[in-house]
Antibody, heavy 118, light 108 residues
Framework: QVQLVESGGGVVQPGQSLRLSCSAS????????MHWVRQTPGKGLEWVAV????????LYADSVRGRFTISRDNSMNTLSLQMNSLTVEDTAVYYC???????????WGQGILVTVSS | EVVLTQSPGTLSLSPGEGATLSCTAS???????FVWYQQKRGQPPRVLIY???NRAAGIPDRFSGSGSGTDFTLTISRLEPEDFAVYFC?????????FGQGTKVEMK
């Protein structure tokens, strides 16, 4: 059974940092690009970042570039998101996900809430 | 950035009726990298349609997708009770990957 389980969320103050992790089971992430996507009631779904299977050519949304760092550990089957200089606009449910639709792959975690508030 | 605008924001329909959801892009989108998701409350999105018109595994044939360039459509031929949800379009052909703001299909 495929699972993606996010952890590390919580409540932090503006300017602080947080590190999210995503642990995969039931499949090996090494063959897939991995994404972080976030969702807020007001702004809907927002793609955050992607790291290809080889770890090169990482891409970020403009809203997080320079503050967030996506990384992966294929040996541990985990994905991470280091979030620095957090602002209230970063408050959201964060999902880790991967998709390769032609291969029947569309895997999402259940999401983890990050709240940035003073 | 490719901005995806979905319309309408909300559709109020009855079971058995058909639904047509639109997604308009601010610039041309590669159809190979255009998808539709369904999301129910408290759940992550799940893909319905990929590459503009291909149904994902296990998706009933009452769901269909079409489109090219800047205009894309998701059609639900006859709404079942489980289809009342929020639908998002997404393009991942050019960075930043973007989602539409969603169309809520609610029961009238």
């Amino acid at each position: 059974q495929v699972q993606l389980v996010e952890s590390g969320g919580g409540v932090v103050q503006p300017g602080q940092s947080l590190r999210l992790s995503c642990s995969a089971s039931g499949f090996t992430i090494s063959g897939y690009a991995m994404h972080w996507v976030r969702q807020t009631p007001g702004k809907g779904l927002e793609w955050v970042a992607v790291i290809p299977y080889h770890g090169n050519n990482i891409l970020y949304a403009d809203s997080v570039r320079g503050r967030f760092t996506i990384s992966r550990d294929n040996s541990m089957n985990t994905l991470s998101l280091q979030m620095n200089s957090l602002t209230v606009e970063d408050t959201a449910v964060y999902y880790c996900a991967t998709w390769a639709f032609t291969l029947g792959v569309d895997y999402w975690g259940q999401g983890i809430l990050v709240t940035v508030s003073s | 950035e490719v901005v995806l605008t979905q319309s309408p924001g909300t559709l109020s329909l009855s079971p058995g009726e058909g639904a047509t959801l639109s997604c308009t892009a601010s610039q041309s989108v590669n159809t190979k990298f255009f998808v539709w998701y369904q999301q129910k409350r408290g759940q992550p999105p799940r893909v319905l349609i990929y590459q503009t018109s291909n149904r994902a595994a296990g998706i009933p044939d009452r769901f269909s997708g079409s489109g090219s360039g800047t205009d894309f459509t998701l059609t639900i031929s006859r709404l079942e009770p489980e289809d009342f949800a929020v639908y998002f379009c997404q393009q991942y052909g050019s960075s930043p990957y973007t989602f539409g703001q969603g169309t809520k299909v609610e029961m009238k």
